[in-house]
């Protein structure tokens, strides 16, 4: 079984900055791939940014040059640090990874997600 985690929501006021953090757990081979989501009310889910095991970064064209995507394979993380954030930036923040298990089975999962309110 495979877990992931976020953490580092929360509120804060526009200009602002937080650090979101995505751990996973549990019978990991190897990640191969990891993203962040975003899902505001009423809107559909976006993908923020993501991120290869070979740190190849991309990212959505509304939070390039403020967000910043990371992981740690050490310690099976990701971060995505969010700079300069706005209203708009609003929404709750999942993680997905595609990994391989310890079985060698490849499956895509989900953390639970984490709200991140932009507002003064």
């Known amino acids: 079984q495979v877990q992931l985690v976020e953490s580092g929501g929360g509120l804060v006021q526009p200009g602002g900055s937080l650090k979101l953090s995505c751990a996973a757990s549990g019978s990991i081979g190897r990640i191969i791939f990891m993203g962040w989501h975003r899902q505001a009310p009423g809107k559909q889910r976006e993908l923020v940014a993501h991120i290869t095991s070979l740190c190849v970064m991309n990212y959505a064209d509304s939070v390039r040059e403020r967000f910043t995507i990371s992981r740690d394979n050490a310690k099976n993380t990701m971060y995505l640090q969010m700079n300069s954030l706005q209203p708009e930036d609003t929404a709750v923040y999942s993680c997905?990874?595609?990994?391989?298990?310890?079985?060698?089975?490849?499956?895509?999962?989900w953390g639970q997600g984490t709200q991140v309110t932009v507002s003064s």
């Open positions: 997905n990874a595609l990994i391989s298990t310890a079985s060698s089975a490849l499956n895509t999962y």
